[in-house]
C-alpha cells in the first residue's frame, strides 16, 4: 500500500509538492504554539517542588483583589510566625552600577534570602552559593558579557562602589524571579544575600515573596494563616497599617495570569490555520480524485473493498502530511525561537520554552488527523460514484458536478475559517495600534533620556552639585544642528514603572499599590 501511494504521488509531484508545502505551515504553526503554551502554562514553575510554590503579596482589606507590595518588616514578621511553609524568601530588585570589569554599566540586583535559592533546586554553573554579605551569584549572560572568564570565581566585582565576591556563576536558564506583578520585564543580572547594606532601602523598598507550601498545606489554608497574620499587624500598628491584608497565591497562576488569555488565542489562531491548510489539502485531493476516477472504478469493479480504498486514501495523505510535519518542525523552531525574543515582560519563564520530546509527537499525531481529515473529501467522492457510471462515456460530467458542489463547500468552508483568523489578527492589530498611538500629553518628538544610579552612600547635598554640572555638560552640547536645545534632570519619568524598570524605590508602605488588577 505504501509503495503504490509512492508511485501515486510520483505521477502528481506538484500537488505532493503543494499539499507538504500547506501541511508544513498549518502543523509548524500548530506545534510552535502549542510548544509556547505546553512551555508557560502546562509546565509548573522551573523549581523544585514547583506545584507548591506560591507569592505572598500585600493587599486592602477593602480591595482584596489588589496586589501590592510589602515592607521587609511585614514580610519578616509573616515569616516568622507562618508555620505552613518549608521554606520562604524574601527578594526586591534594585539596579545599581557596576564599576569594574570593563565599561561602566547598569545592572539589575535581586537582593534575597541567602538560605531561599538553593532551596529551589538550581545548581551553579561555577561555584556555589553566597554564604555571606559581602558574596554575590552572577547570571550567565552578565558572565558573558564580561569575558567568560571561568577564574572570576573568587574575585570582586563593584556595585556602586560596594566590592563583592563571586562566589557562583548561574546556569543559562535559572531565571528569578519570574515575572509577575510588580517583576515584570525583571532580567536579573547579580543576586545577593538580603541585608546588605547600602544596595536596598529596608524602610521604603518594594519587597516581596515566595513561599512553599508543606506537603498537605492547601493553598487555601496557606492564604488563610497569611491573611490572620497580617490582620495581626494591622492591629498592631493601625497608624501605618490602615487596611492593610496580604494574601497568597499560587505561583504558576501569578506568572501566567496576564499572558494566558493572549496565547490561548494565538493558539486558537494556530488551529484555525491548521484547518485552512487541512481544507486546502482536501481540495488537492478532491481534484487529484477526479482524475483518477477511472482509475478508481476499476479497482472498485474488481472487488477493492470501500475500507481499503479509504485505507489507501489515508496513506496517501499521511506520506505527505508526516513530509510536512517534519518540515513544520523546523519552522516551529523558527517561530518558538521568535516568540521567545519578546522577553520574559511577554513570556514569563522563556528560558524554559523549548522544542521537547512532546512536541514531535504531538507534530505527528496533527498529521495523522490531518491525513484523516484530508482524505475525506475524495474518499466520499469515490463511495458516491458507481463504477459502471464512471466507466461509461459520459461519466465525468456527472462525476464533475458532484466534485464541484463539494469543491465549493469546501471553499465557503475555508473562507469562513480565514474570515474569522483575519477578524483575529485584525483584533490584535488595532489593540496594539491603540495602545501605540494613545497621546502621552506632551511633545516627545525629539525626546531622548538616559538613567543615571546615584550609590547611597552619596548624600543630597553632594549629589546636587553634580547633577548641576552634568546639566551644565549637557547643554554644552549644543553646538551644530543636531545639537541639545535643553536639558533637565528629574527624579522620575512620566509612564515609565521605576521599580519594574530600575528596581528603585518610589514610596513605601501600603499606599504604594504597584499595580490594580482583578484576579
Known sequence: MLSQALRSWNRTRLVAALAIFAFAIGIGAATAMYTVVNAVLLRPVPYSDGDRLVAIYGADVDEPNRFSANTLDDLQNIERHATGFDA????TSITRSLTSRGDPRHVTVVAVTPAFLPQLGPTPALGSWPATERDAAVSDRLWREIGSDPRIIGDSIVLDGVPFTVTAVMPPRFVFPLAGPGTEGVLTDVWVPLGQTGLHDPAGGFYFAYGRRKPGVSLVAADTEVKTLAAAI??????NHKSYSARVDDLHDVVTRDVKPTLLLLLGAAGLLLLIASANVAGLLLVRSVARSRETATRVALGASPARLGAQYVVEGLLVSVIGALAGLVISAMLVRASTSLGPEFLPSTSAVDLDWSVPAVALSLAFVTALLSAMAPLWQAARARPADVLNA??????????????QSLVVAEIALAFVLLSLGGSLLLRLQALSNTPAGFDVDHLLTFSLDVPDALTHDRWKPYQRRLIDAIAGARRGPGGIRQSAAAGGLLFFDEHRARGTSVGHGRTNEFRDCQS
Open 394 to 407: 459520459g461519466v465525468r460530467l456527472s462525476a464533475g458536478h458532484r466534485v464541484k458542489r463539494l469543491s
Open 234 to 239: 494591622a492591629r498592631s500598628d493601625p497608624a
Open 88 to 91: 520562604f524568601g524574601i527578594f
